[in-house]
């Protein structure tokens, strides 16, 4: 039987040459050696060469296989790194938006003067950490600056004061459904775009939603777009029986900051507080995920039935959620919310 040396791991295949040649040292011929082990008679030859052009039997011990070296050094491959997480490839002069290993590839190329193929820029993104992911989109207008004073430094003191004043802090925001609105995909045939049947008559709703970390979720449903009058009738209405001093935490809109809005709140003589969050910075809201949430598992991915009203199924579902405390909290442990608990 003839056995593939290649198969056996390198310790066995070291004490396979090494027991040969102290058998060969000792008279056996070569063919009963070789044929004991079911190797090819003439391969203890180039065996007993190397023992004789190197160091003895030091020749023939196993030894680590060092394999292809590789195109760029470590401290090239950091500098990779650094060039590509958490930057964009404009930044380095290209016209395009997103990394792709052409681009990775070309970079490499113009700095280091080494030419990698599409493969080995994909093992060395890999080996650096670096996955294919679908980023997220961000405004120009965003101000860095801003956002980090309001995670470290604006918002612990808000958190501190409402401590202090046994105030309620509440985030709050807006959001649009309709009925034509298809979300998610589906599986069709390539080439032949499936299609979805939807009411013909469009319905359309609004709604507005506050959440708080203990669990607390109100919430209001109303026609058209918003406007200062409406945000002060649903402002009354969050307000209504409530004892302790609230904090609402929302966005930039106008609407937000209208004069009939700020005369309301001063009416309310401290017991009411509005704070503005960065602009452009929508993911600092924790109530931005109920409306993810709501629009991939809730009515809104759902087409309506015949006779069915969006504003019911939209109340409905938001009911759902008031009466579920746990995934409220969970909209606060998403990682860009995080310091709202910290």
């Known amino acids: 039987m003839k056995r593939d040396g290649r198969k056996l791991d390198h310790k066995t295949l070291e004490e396979i040459r090494l027991m040969a040649m102290e058998r060969l040292r000792e008279g056996e011929p070569a063919s009963v050696v070789m044929a004991s082990y079911g190797f090819c008679r003439t391969t203890i030859y180039k065996w007993r060469n190397q023992v004789r052009q190197g160091k003895g039997l030091k020749a023939l011990v196993s030894r680590k296989a060092t394999g292809r070296p590789r195109s760029l050094t470590a401290a090239q491959e950091s500098r990779v790194f650094r060039w590509i997480n958490g930057k964009d490839p404009r930044q380095h002069g290209f016209d395009f938006g997103l990394w792709t290993r052409q681009v990775v590839g070309q970079l490499i190329e113009d700095k280091f003067g080494v030419t990698l193929s599409l493969a080995s820029v994909g093992v060395l993104l890999a080996r650096l950490g670096l996955t294919p992911q679908k980023p997220l989109q961000r405004a120009y207008e965003r101000d860095p600056e801003a956002i980090e004073a309001w995670k470290t430094k604006v918002y612990p003191k808000l958190a501190a004061r409402a401590k202090k004043l046994k105030a309620d802090i509440y985030f709050w925001d807006e959001a649009g459904f309709r009925t034509d609105a298809v979300q998610g995909r589906t599986w069709g045939k390539k080439g032949q775009t499936p ?16 959440v708080n970390a203990k669990g607390a979720f109100w ?28 904090f609402l935490v929302l966005d930039n809109l106008a609407t937000h900051k209208a004069k009939v809005v700020n005369e309301y709140v001063a009416s309310k003589q401290g017991k009411l507080e509005l704070h503005y969050l960065p602009g452009y ?12 949430y709501m629009k991939r598992t809730g009515t809104a991915r759902r087409a309506l039935a015949k006779g069915q009203s969006l504003q019911d199924n939209i109340e409905a579902d938001m009911l759902a959620i008031q009466r579920n405390p746990a995934l409220v909290k969970s909209y606060f442990q998403a990682p860009y919310v995080a310091y709202i608990t910290d």
């Open 219 to 246: 919430f209001a449903t109303y026609q058209g777009g918003l406007n200062a009058d409406l945000f002060v009738g649903m402002l009354e209405l969050l307000m209504k029986h409530r004892r302790r001093p609230l």
């Open 281 to 292: 910075a929508p993911e600092l809201n924790p109530d931005e995920l109920v409306w993810n």
């Open 195 to 210: 299609v979805i049947e939807v009411p013909g008559q469009r319905q359309t709703i609004s709604a507005a939603s506050a």
